[in-house]
């Protein structure tokens, strides 16, 4: 019903910035939220943030707040996550997801998800 695709991924050294993009097609208006986890090797899926396409509002991890900010262009179905400060630890496959509100999406209630892209922070 949604496909999800992710681009921006890349390795970048400790302190830099990257920012990742998520474009929606297919039956975009079918889910309000859209956001972004990620998983380091060896652990498990975490939630990284979320943002509603209705009101706006976001939601972040209390690990990234203050350092990523999520945003979306609606009129592009697209959802973007500006990632500043990297730090090694921020090492993970980041994959896009939507689901039906920010706040489900922050517990991990997703419906669609994205093939994922590389990100990698060097110390």
């Known amino acids: 019903q949604v496909q999800l695709v992710e681009s921006g991924g890349g390795l970048v050294q400790a302190g830099g910035s990257l920012r990742l993009s998520c474009a929606a097609s297919g039956r975009t208006f079918s889910r309000d939220a859209m956001g972004w986890f990620r998983q380091a090797p060896e652990k498990e899926r975490e939630f990284v943030a979320a943002i509603s396409r209705s009101f706006g509002g976001t939601f972040y991890a209390s690990s990234v707040k203050g350092r990523f900010a999520i945003s979306r262009d609606n009129a592009k179905n697209t959802v973007y996550l500006q990632m500043n400060s990297l730090k090694p630890e921020d090492t993970a496959v980041y994959y896009c997801?939507?689901?039906?509100?920010?706040?489900?999406?922050?517990?991990?209630?997703?419906?669609?998800w994205g093939q994922g892209t590389q990100v990698t922070g060097s110390s």
């Open positions: 997801a939507a689901g039906s509100n920010v706040y489900g999406l922050g517990r991990s209630y997703v419906d669609y």
